[in-house]
């Protein structure tokens, strides 16, 4: 197990990954290579599960396979830590997600602020307080990811949401690395995750305290490595580490990053198809760039 930067070691300051959700042929999810896909994960040294995010395709997934997929890890993941990831378009939806993570012990629950509708800060504040409501106890963890939710968060902002009672920390999944020594530096004690892996040696130098990211899923031993360096105080090596894996990045944001993602396991052997729910792409030999060249040196 790493330790962050807290020396306390709070089980949520670590990295986890973002983890993928395998799908069969016909676009179900399956649980049996879900689980093979969490060995592999925790195979590298990560103790953390990020689920049903946007790299677990939550948001394409109904409300009782997301929860299956919660049940699912919560068995195959043993002492690792979990974060349940239940933000939805519907507050309702998001309260039903994080009871059922409440009950399989989740250590915290997670959500995207309510997308499409353009609401106004004082819903998305609203939408936050009914999440803490409906599982009561369950720490929660702000996902502030503005490229996606097409939510720009201020520091006022976060700032208001980490002082409501249960909110423990951001996942930070934003360029602005000012903003992220600005959360540090004003909420010493919250969990604050660097949520862009091509970026992570960056954010734990600006403060963060730990991060989630899609590209664990196969490049997990390496940002452990990272984070070691880093915290050893040997920078110039740790960025060596982050090039090695930011070469794989480039690559996958050519093709596409979770259907690359999916097809890398799957030529690792990791998962059955490289199958990601639609709309999201499904890649080929012909669409996979460099894929394939990759998978094998990951394999070796
Ligand atoms: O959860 C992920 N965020 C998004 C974190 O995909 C939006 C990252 O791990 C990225 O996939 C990764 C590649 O850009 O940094």
Do not use: W
């Amino acid at each position: 197990m790493i330790t962050m930067q807290d020396p306390k070691s709070n089980r949520l300051m670590r990295l986890h990954a973002a983890l993928m959700t395998p799908c069969d042929a016909e676009e179900n999810i399956s649980h049996a290579c879900l689980r093979r896909l969490v060995a592999h994960v925790k195979g590298q040294g990560i103790d953390g599960f990020y689920v049903g995010g946007s790299t677990g395709e939550g948001l394409l997934h109904s409300v009782a396979e997301r929860i299956a997929t919660f049940e699912t890890v919560a068995e195959a993941a043993g002492d690792s830590a979990r974060i349940g990831h239940v933000g939805a378009i519907a507050t309702r939806d998001a309260q039903v997600l994080a009871r059922a993570c409440a009950t399989l012990r989740y250590d915290a629950v997670s959500a995207i602020p309510p997308i499409y509708f353009p609401h106004g800060k004082d819903e998305i504040f609203g939408y936050y307080q009914d999440i803490l409501s409906a599982a009561a106890g369950m720490p929660l963890i702000i996902y502030n990811i503005p490229a996606m939710s097409g939510v720009s968060f201020t520091l006022e902002d976060l700032g208001r949401l980490l002082e409501l009672p249960g909110v423990v920390g951001i996942k930070q999944t934003a360029i602005d690395m000012y903003q992220m020594e600005q959360l540090a530096r004003a909420f010493p004690g919250k969990v604050l995750l660097n949520g862009y892996d091509e970026m992570l040696l960056a954010g734990l130098s600006m403060g963060a305290n730990g991060g989630i990211g899609s590209t664990y899923n196969v490049l997990g031993a390496a940002y452990l490595e990272l984070v070691r360096l880093q915290g050893a105080g040997q920078p110039a090596a740790a960025l060596a580490v982050q090039s090695k894996c930011n070469a794989v990045i480039d690559e996958l944001v050519r093709v596409g990053v979770f259907p690359g993602l999916k097809y890398l396991l799957h030529r690792m052997g990791v998962v059955a198809t490289p199958v990601c729910r639609r709309p999201l792409a499904i890649l080929t030999a012909a669409t996979s760039g460099r894929l394939d060249q990759i998978a094998a040196e990951l394999a070796a």
